[in-house]
């Protein structure tokens, strides 16, 4: 039986790669194989948001914190739009990583149903920087990534019907 108080071994995630140039897609695909250690054959389809761009949905099966090395290898291509999530498990908060050129790569614990957490501390430490409600407005939207999902909106909506193509990291 397992100790109570151990960590999980393994989560689930999905990386949306919401817009790609056409010639990205190869070192894309490498880029997940590479990191899962299994064979990444997406289905690529048109990223309607912005022609000329593709767009694939994977959902993947590895170790705690393999979606931050997801995010880490994807963002090496900054013509990517791309989202990564990490699910909640044992004892481990969830991740979600949002990637958007020219804003770069933003990161947010995420809470079983998918809310951002912000937790005390950090809280906290907004609350003693900004001695306006103004600044600390800016600052919770910044935390809370709204700024990327403003940006990837339009992005996500191109994705009705598309094929999800699932991954699973060979452990052991």
């Known amino acids: 039986m397992r100790n109570l108080n151990q960590f999980a071994d393994l989560t689930s995630g999905v990386v949306y790669i919401h817009a790609a140039p056409v010639a990205l897609c190869p070192h894309v695909e490498w880029a997940l194989s590479s990191t899962l250690n299994a064979r990444a054959d997406l289905k690529w389809s048109a990223q309607e948001a912005e022609p000329g761009r593709m767009r694939a949905i994977v959902d993947w099966v590895g170790p705690v914190g393999t979606g931050a090395r997801l995010a880490n290898a994807l963002r090496e291509w900054s013509g990517l739009l791309f989202e990564v999530t990490e699910d909640p498990s044992a004892g481990v908060d969830g991740e979600r990583f949002a990637y958007v050129?020219?804003?770069?790569?933003w990161r947010g614990s995420t809470s079983a149903n998918g809310d951002v957490?912000?937790?005390?501390?950090?809280?906290?430490?907004?609350?003693?920087?900004?001695?306006?409600s103004f600044?600390?407005?800016?600052?919770l939207e910044s935390a809370l990534?709204?700024?990327?999902?403003?940006?990837?909106?339009?992005?996500?909506?191109?994705?009705?019907g598309a094929e999800v193509t699932w991954l699973s990291q060979r452990v052991g």
């Open 101 to 105: 050129p020219g804003l770069g790569l």
């Open 117 to 132: 957490i912000l937790g005390e501390m950090q809280l906290r430490s907004m609350l003693d920087a900004q001695p306006d």
């Open 135 to 139: 600044g600390l407005a800016g600052e």
């Open 145 to 160: 990534g709204t700024a990327w999902d403003e940006a990837l909106e339009n992005y996500r909506m191109g994705g009705v």
